[in-house]
């Protein structure tokens, strides 16, 4: 006999009526990215899913779990239950254990007290050296008594918690080869949006490695969310005719409002409500409230920031459980590196940005456009 079934015990327990509803479903959906349909049944309160390690390892990619078990799935009767727990305490080391047994059907003959106390007397029958421990045993046997079916398994493991991801739509991410971009985009996936990227690249000075490394880490992400799809844009001229400005000090300040006006655009194109990015108060010089309320202006969308009152440790320690820390450290060459001028304002000003485009830029809304049409959309699948 082995495990059969895997439990998944939904996050957020605290939704109602509808929402719940369309969480359940979006959380089958996602489900299916990986696993079989006819392999998934999702019920009101837990979802089932057939036992195999393939499975079992594809759990950890899905939000809105917030904890999952293999667990022996059996028709309710004593005799039955009573087999399998002989089964595991055959195969399992241990010296202390404990039973956890929870009647939800009321109508069973044995409170969970009794089948507590009447499958510590089996395992002690059969192994009577062991012992029963209630506070940290080595093996605990859970046993959950349910109307036809019921369940017994010995682990928890841990989901990564959140919601189904699309469960709250889309958002148009900026994604670059630095550390916080990418740990900016999974904190969104936990909060139930998929992910559209945006990567600006400037040929010749980026080159393949840069591409590759966003390939990579984009990769990385879709695990996350079934698939991906990136735009990536060819920035060169717009980096170049913003490099023509007399006030060098706003060159990064010019082109971070254009990175959102064209954000915002492709936004529009694809019916996506909120732009995304992995910027943090006050940890470079450019990211300060002044540069944010400057470069927001250009578009009409939420922003979100989901880093923005981290540590750098604290977001290292999530690019590594992401296991994207690896690729954002390879030395390649960046767009803004680039770009930036010696003595970058810091604290910039909206009259001053907006007075520059105007007096002397006015191409560049059409390069923008031009960008756009020229972007390269790329498709990552599982
Ligand atoms: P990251 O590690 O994400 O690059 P950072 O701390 O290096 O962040 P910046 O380089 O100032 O900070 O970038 C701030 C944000 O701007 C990034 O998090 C990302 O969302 C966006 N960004 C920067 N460069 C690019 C790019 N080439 N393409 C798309 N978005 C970018
Ligand atoms: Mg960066």
């Known amino acids: 006999m082995d495990y059969n079934k895997i439990l998944i015990r939904y996050g957020e327990l605290t939704l109602k009526g509808e929402n719940k509803k369309d969480f359940i479903r979006q959380l089958h959906n996602n489900l299916s990215w990986y696993i079989e349909k006819s392999e998934i049944k999702t019920e009101y309160d837990r979802a089932f899913v057939d036992y195999s390690q393939k499975n079992l390892d594809c759990l950890k990619y899905i939000f809105g779990i ?5 667990v022996y799935e059996t028709e309710t009767s004593l005799i039955n239950i009573e087999n399998i727990v002989k089964e595991i305490i055959s195969k399992k080391q241990f010296d202390s254990f404990a039973i956890n047994a929870r009647r939800h059907n009321k109508n069973f003959s044995m409170t969970s007290s009794e089948l507590n106390m009447y499958f510590g007397g089996i395992v002690l029958k059969q192994m009577p050296d062991k012992q029963v421990k209630l506070k940290n045993p080595d093996l605990t046997i859970y046993i959950e008594i349910r109307d036809q079916r019921s369940f017994v398994f010995c682990d928890y493991f841990d ?4 919601m189904p991801v699309l469960s709250s739509g889309k958002c ?6 630095g550390i916080d971009s990418p740990v900016a985009a999974n904190l969104l996936q936990k909060r139930g949006l998929k992910i559209v990227f945006l990567n600006f690249i400037t040929p010749p000075q980026t080159d393949e490695k840069t591409i590759a ?19 990536q844009i060819n920035y060169s001229k717009v980096m170049e005719y913003i490099g023509l400005i007399s006030n ?5 300040t010019l082109m971070r409002r254009s990175f959102y006006r064209i954000a915002n655009l492709i936004a529009k194109k694809e019916n996506i409500k909120a732009i995304s990015n992995g910027e943090n108060l006050a940890q470079v010089a450019s990211q300060t409230l002044e ?6 202006e250009v578009c009409d969308l939420p922003i979100f920031r989901p880093l923005i009152s981290f540590d750098k440790n604290e977001t290292i320690a999530i690019a590594k459980k992401i296991n994207t820390l690896d690729v954002s450290i390879v030395r390649a060459c960046e767009t803004c590196e680039l770009f930036a001028p010696k003595n970058p304002v810091t604290k910039p000003n909206r009259q001053e940005a907006y007075k520059l485009e105007e007096e002397e830029l006015p191409l560049i809304k059409e390069f923008e456009n031009e960008c756009i ?3 390269i959309i790329k498709k990552y699948s599982i």
């Open 66 to 70: 917030s904890s999952y078990s293999p």
């Open 159 to 162: 989901g990564l918690g959140g």
């Open 172 to 177: 148009i991410h900026l994604i670059s080869g």
């Open 213 to 231: 490394k966003i390939d990579e880490i984009v990769n990385i992400l879709k695990k996350y969310q079934g698939n991906a799809m990136l735009y």
């Open 248 to 252: 060098q000090k706003y060159k990064i």
């Open 291 to 296: 540069s944010i309320y400057t470069i927001s």
């Open 373 to 375: 049409e020229n972007a």
